[in-house]
């Protein structure tokens, strides 16, 4: 079914554009007065909804291919009953000629030509054979034995393609009439004796010394044939069989399942084919088969690998930077509250972002509600007065602007405006785990020239794939200081741990409470 709008000046010519378009068998489906203007002057307009089926698109695209230039004018002048009247004329001529090819192919009926026939058998059956190709129609004892006719008196008549003698013609007519009429006891004429059959008799051919008879020396060269094949296709590499996952790094095919289960979850190919080759070399077989031993060993192994910072808040001052939108300053408000709420701590807030709007603001309306001093750090030489000004403060906590550090004067503006070391320093890089790995590696690997000591993990609600957590801190050799798990303050905040690691990557917490619902 096709259905188009169409919108003119007048219902008469949208009704014309439909039948030009969908032809004369469209079905209206709406009309309305358009008065938001037609052409470049705004007039009012009617737009006419209408549709057809594709089997009449076809009629009538088949019908406009007979059309000559003229003729075409002319239909397209036509009241659309005269053009249906021509769309059928012209489907049912097309039709016709569809039918009459079919029945070319099946017009002469097939013909069995015996080669047990003497090559002297009469004219006249063969001429038989020829009008009549179920023998079976005319009994043989009703044909009489063909006369020789001397070659003088032969006339030629072209009977279906075939030349014969006016004589069998009238011996193949009178033959039929009598067949037909049921007077076979009539005829004086002897019958016909059937010729017996010629066996063929069987080649005989000589392989390979030994005679033997043309089939089994056919059938012998074929097995040859078919032998040479197979010997041929052995050492073609059978790609097509499916490999099982990691066969192709070579990892034994009970490990699989867990090769699999880590990609899926953003684990580093080459850390994991490294681990599975030595869980391979130091599990014993039988533990090898069992999915609990390999979990295990594989959990343990990741645990051993994982860095967590120690002492997340012992410094005075805590710098939170990295690319912009993964989370920093809602990080920095997680962290002051929880120092100011669980650990009873006296705390600072402090930003260095002057260029974007609404980020100083932002900060000073958490640090009014949590009743915290707030301050703006525009150059290197405010520190010293925040510093006699914040003295008794427990920890500062400083946030940066997000910048991806492409030129050089970014950098330098960062490293000119970090705070001083004295009273301890704590650099947090904060990177959202819906990053890609590359992406995430390209920009760190800039922060990582300046400097930072830990990582914060955002937006682990967001996701299920957490391979990244893992994937970064071993790339760079980082410790993870805590993770954000959602946007609440400051509940959705927790410090990171090596089980938490092992939980989010093999995805424990969320099976256990499958587990509970399905109880």
């Not at 609990?292 to 997340?312: C, K, L, P, Y």
Request: aromatic share 8%; charged share 25%; proline share 5%.
């Amino acid at each position: 079914m096709q259905v188009k709008k169409f919108e003119a000046k007048s219902m008469k010519e949208a009704l014309e554009m439909v039948k030009m378009s969908l032809g004369p068998e469209a079905i209206i489906l709406s009309a309305k007065d358009f008065r938001g203007g037609f052409g470049l002057k705004g007039e009012s307009s009617v737009q006419v909804t209408a549709a057809v089926t594709d089997e009449m698109i076809q009629k009538k695209n088949l019908a406009e291919q007979r059309l000559n230039e003229i003729n075409r004018e002319r239909y397209t002048k036509a009241p659309a009953a005269r053009q249906r009247q021509f769309i059928d004329q012209v489907v049912n001529q097309y039709q016709k000629e569809q039918e009459q090819k079919q029945k070319v192919f099946t017009r002469t009926p097939y013909i069995d030509i015996g080669d047990d026939h003497p090559a002297e058998s009469s004219a006249a059956l063969q001429a038989e054979q020829v009008r009549n190709p179920f023998p079976q129609a005319v009994p043989a004892s009703m044909i009489p034995a063909a006369q020789p006719v001397p070659q003088a008196t032969q006339q030629q008549v072209n009977v279906d393609g075939e030349e014969l003698s006016a004589s069998a013609q009238d011996r193949i007519k009178d033959a039929a009439q009598r067949a037909l009429s049921g007077a076979a006891g009539l005829f004086d004429e002897p019958e016909v004796q059937p010729q017996p059959q010629k066996v063929r008799k069987k080649a005989v051919v000589y392989d390979n010394g030994e005679k033997v008879t043309e089939e089994i020396s056919s059938l012998r060269n074929e097995i040859k044939r078919l032998k040479s094949l197979v010997k041929d296709f052995q050492p073609v590499p059978q790609n097509f069989v499916n490999m099982h996952p990691g066969a192709d790094e070579g990892i034994h095919y009970d490990l699989s399942f867990l090769y699999e289960k880590l990609i899926n979850a953003g684990i580093a190919k080459d850390f994991l084919v490294s681990a599975l080759k030595q869980a391979q070399d130091k599990l014993p077989p039988d533990q090898v088969k069992k999915k609990a031993f390999v979990n295990a060993w594989m959990a343990q192994h990741i645990m051993s690998h994982t860095r967590v910072a120690e002492g997340r808040t012992n410094n005075k001052y805590h710098v939170f930077m990295g690319p912009s939108g993964h989370g920093k300053t809602a990080s920095l408000v997680k962290l002051a509250s929880h120092m100011v709420i669980c650990e009873k701590k006296s705390v600072a807030i402090v930003t260095t972002d002057s260029q974007k709007v609404g980020a100083a603001e932002q900060l000073k309306i958490y640090a009014q509600i949590l009743n915290v001093p707030f301050a703006i750090i525009r150059r290197k030489s405010d520190w010293q007065v925040l510093e006699k000004k914040l003295a008794k403060v427990d920890h500062i906590l400083v946030d940066f602007p997000g910048m991806n550090l492409k030129s050089i004067s970014e950098t330098d503006f960062i490293r000119s405006i970090m705070p001083p070391k004295m009273g301890g320093r704590s650099v947090h890089y904060v990177q959202s785990v819906l990053a890609r790995d590359e992406d995430a590696y390209e920009i760190a690997s800039r922060y990582k020239m300046i400097g930072f000591d830990d990582v914060i993990f955002t937006n682990l609600d967001e996701t299920t794939h957490h391979g990244l957590i893992f994937n970064f801190q071993e790339k760079f050799d980082t410790p993870l200081h805590s993770f954000g798990i959602g946007s609440s303050i400051p509940e959705d905040i927790e410090p990171a741990t090596k089980e938490r690691i092992v939980d989010l990557i093999f995805k424990i917490t969320k099976f256990k409470k499958s587990e509970g619902a399905n109880d």
